[in-house]
Structures are given as structure tokens and as C-alpha cells.
């Protein structure tokens, strides 16, 4: 294995407090010392990191790797969908149970942990079986296998005793309950936000209660259990105030937001764009500011993409008919820094505190050294230019979902470099890079 000695760069590493400029070495799957003291080996492969954040390896606790899919749509696979999240700088994703079978039986969770990945990849298992919302799984076992966490994403679970019963055994396993907070009762036919563009494109309305009720039901549930309690990808400004209150009683809540809800409004559905079309839909400006907001005050804590790929045939539909989600673990980086520091909500340091330790330790990784850069961990990290200037260029993405609204949109920010366990999964290093290496998955 090649040792590497990445030199100069801005280290920033949230878990720790360090925020500086200094040299990272790298030998075997590990890194071996951090410092500005540091000798260069004589056999160590130089990456020059001048001007550049080096980060912990980024990492997505929501993606949608597609994979098992019996059904053959080919939306995506594990083998690409990780491909993309390296070349948008991860090293670890956890990928989401709406897999066909779901992800609610040991084998599946194997199939996931085994396949071949260029990222670290950690499944997500359904809280019911079939993600169906009736019968629980079996959880301890689901999370003796590996599972990271409990979610039904893509549904929530609506029956309050089926809830009760899932958050008692999420309390129980030690684990946490990511919840897809949409009661379906409200969402029936739903395409996206209720209001007057809706009822413009003639469209089946989404109202914000349907998120802020289920949010609301579980806070309530989960009082007297006490299971750590995760409300996934937020959408409207009400629920802030429903995970603060909930985190000023004590209660283990945390709240994640995606990189569209913080950037985008329903406008991004006129005219009928299903590029726009995503569950939860795209909100109004007030609630972009109040999830802004919430990143700022430290309510949300994980940034998440919800990376949704899709074939472009199931968006070529009518709005009513077009599949929901957006293609987006290669260019969250920039979306999120346009977001959120250009905005002045947060620092670099808050933002890759937010895509790395805080997601590690939802997903109880930080024990495996993730999320963060130390001396004796593995050598997962992240080599970002802050200021690199791109376009979204859908053609050139990595995953099979091309599907997003940001398509044409000017971005600044970019990882250069992806390194997982030593080993490059992503390289634009050009002159950076003082030897012929190439990435290795
Ligand atoms: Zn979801």
C-alpha cells in the first residue's frame, strides 16, 4: 500500500478542536501522526494541500443505494451509488431500507454489509416487517447483524402501538429510530406543497401537518421510553419548534436537513418540473430560513442528503405521476456551503462538524474511529478545495440518477480528494499529486 504524506493543507477536524494548518501522514489504513513538524518519508506518494480543508471522510447517514432490487429498475446499485458519494466526498453512507426485499431480515443486511463498495456502506433496517407499518421486526437481531439504525424511510409508522412497540426495542438494542415523518393519512394523493401553486398545477396537496403531527406523536410516545429518536430530512418551520422543545426536556432528538429544503422553494415546481418533486416537497421561503435557522441554533445537528436516484423515464411524467427524490451525493458539498456559510449561518468547521462526527455519531460509528482524524484511526478523510468553481453537470455524474433540480446551477466548493482506509476512492488532484497513482476503486 502506498503511504501518503499530505502536506499544508487547513485541518479541521470537529471531534477534537483542531483547526489547523498542518501536514497529515498516512501509512497503511491508517493515519500515523498529524503536525506541522512532520517529516516527508522518503517513500510516502506527496499530496500538496495548500490552500485546501483537509476533513474527516465525509459521511451521508441517508442515502437510497437501491440495492437488493429484485424488481429491475436499476436505479442504482450499491457499487455506484458509493462511486458517487466518493466522488462527492464520503467514505461512509448508511443507506435507507426501501430496498425490494426491504431491509428488514438479517440476509439483507448481510447482502449489504458484503457487496463490493467504494465507500464504507452501513445499512439502515426497517423498524416493521415489509416496511408494511404492522408487525415489528426483530430488532436486536436487525442490529446484532450490523444494522446502524431503524427507519421505514420512505413511510413513516402510523399505528401509535406498532410506534410504541419499535421505539421500546430501538431503547432496548441501544440503537436510534430515524423517522420519515409524513402521516399518511394527511398525504394521500399528496405531490407536493399545499397551497396555491398546488392548486395551480392541479396537483394533490401536502400539507405541513402531515410532518409535524407524526414528529409530534412520537415525541409524545417516546417520553416515557426514552429511545433515541432521529426526525430525517425537515421540512417546514414548525417542527423546529417541536424537536427544541423536545430536546429542552431532555429528550435524545435530533433533526437532519437535505440540501434542497435548505436551498429551494415550491417555486422549483412551476411550470410542473418533477425535477422538484420530493418527499417531503419543497416548502416555502419562510421555511427555508427556519431550517437555516435551526443549523444555526443547533437544533438540526446532521446534514443528510437523501440521495434519490431515479431513471429519467419515471420523471418524464406528469407532476402527479413522477417518482419523488433528487440525485444528489456528488454536489451537496457546494449546495451545502451556498446554504449555510455564504448565508452566515454557520463556519466550515460547524459545516464538516455536520457531515462528519454529528452523523457518526447518530449512527453510533464514532467507537469505529469515523467521523473523525486521529492519530492510530483509519485513514479516512477528505481533501476539499472551498473555493473551486463548477457547474452541475448532469451527463458527468457518477450515479445513474441524473435526476436533480440544481442541473446548470454554478457551485464553489469541491473534494479534490476522497481517501478511504488509506486508499484514494476519488481523485482531481492534477499537479497536487506528485506521482502517477491512481484512484483505487
Ligand atoms: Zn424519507
Not at 207 to 216: G, I, K, N, T, Y
Not at 374 to 379: K, L, R, V, W, Y
Request: with cysteine; charged share 20%; aromatic share 4%.
Amino acid at each position: 500500500m502506498t503511504d501518503w504524506f499530505i502536506q499544508g493543507g487547513r485541518v479541521i477536524d470537529p471531534a477534537s478542536g483542531v483547526d489547523a494548518v498542518a501536514h497529515v501522514l498516512v501509512q497503511g489504513a491508517s493515519i500515523t501522526a498529524i503536525g506541522l513538524d512532520l517529516e516527508c518519508p522518503a517513500d510516502a506518494a506527496v499530496i500538496d494541500a495548500e490552500g485546501c480543508l483537509i476533513s474527516p471522510g465525509l459521511i451521508d447517514t441517508h442515502v437510497h443505494l437501491r440495492d437488493p432490487d429484485t424488481s429491475g429498475h436499476h436505479e442504482e446499485t450499491i457499487a455506484t451509488g458509493t462511486r458517487a458519494a466518493a466522488a462527492g466526498g464520503f467514505t461512509t453512507v448508511c443507506c435507507m431500507p426501501n430496498t425490494t426485499p426491504a431491509l428488514d431480515s438479517t440476509e439483507v443486511v448481510n447482502h449489504v454489509l458484503q457487496a463490493p463498495a467504494s465507500a464504507r456502506v452501513f445499512p439502515v433496517a426497517c423498524g416493521t416487517k415489509g416496511r408494511a407499518g404492522l408487525e415489528p421486526t426483530d430488532i436486536h437481531e436487525l442490529v446484532a447483524a450490523g444494522a446502524v439504525g431503524i427507519s421505514d424511510d420512505g413511510d413513516g409508522i402510523a399505528d401509535d402501538s406498532v410506534m410504541a412497540r419499535v421505539l421500546q426495542d430501538v431503547q432496548k438494542a441501544g440503537t436510534v429510530f430515524m423517522q420519515h415523518c409524513q402521516d399518511p393519512a394527511m398525504t394521500q394523493g399528496a405531490a407536493m406543497n399545499a397551497g396555491a401553486i398546488a392548486q395551480s398545477l392541479g396537483v394533490g396537496p401536502w400539507p405541513r401537518e402531515a410532518e409535524v403531527a407524526m414528529l409530534q406523536r412520537d415525541i409524545d410516545l417516546n417520553r416515557d421510553i426514552g429511545a433515541r429518536y432521529h426526525a430525517q430530512h425537515m421540512s417546514v418551520a414548525e417542527s423546529m419548534d417541536v424537536i427544541a422543545a423536545a430536546r429542552a426536556q431532555g429528550q435524545q432528538v435530533t433533526g437532519e436537513a437535505a440540501p434542497h429544503h435548505l436551498l429551494l422553494t415550491e417555486e422549483a415546481c412551476l411550470g410542473g418540473n418533477t425535477m422538484a418533486k420530493v418527499n417531503p416537497p419543497l416548502r416555502t421561503q419562510a421555511d427555508v430560513q427556519a431550517l437555516r435557522q435551526a443549523v444555526a441554533d443547533g437544533v438540526i445537528t446532521v446534514l443528510a442528503t437523501d440521495h434519490a436516484p431515479h431513471p429519467a423515464s419515471s420523471k418524464a411524467r406528469e407532476f402527479q405521476q413522477a417518482s419523488f427524490g433528487m440525485s444528489a451525493i456528488e454536489i451537496c458539498l457546494p449546495l451545502y456551503r451556498e446554504a449555510l456559510i455564504d448565508s452566515g449561518a454557520i463556519d466550515w468547521p460547524r459545516l464538516i462538524a455536520m457531515m462528519t462526527i454529528e452523523g457518526a455519531r447518530l449512527a453510533g460509528l464514532e467507537a469505529k474511529g469515523l467521523g473523525q482524524l486521529s492519530p492510530g484511526g483509519p485513514a479516512d478523510l477528505t481533501i476539499i478545495d472551498p473555493d473551486a468553481q463548477w457547474t452541475v453537470d448532469t451527463p458527468t455524474f457518477t450515479s445513474m440518477g441524473r435526476n436533480t433540480p440544481f442541473s446548470g446551477r454554478a457551485l464553489r466548493g469541491r473534494a479534490l480528494a476522497t481517501m478511504r482506509g488509506g486508499q484514494l476512492t476519488h481523485a482531481t488532484l492534477g499537479d497536487r499529486l506528485d506521482s502517477g497513482i491512481e484512484p483505487a476503486a
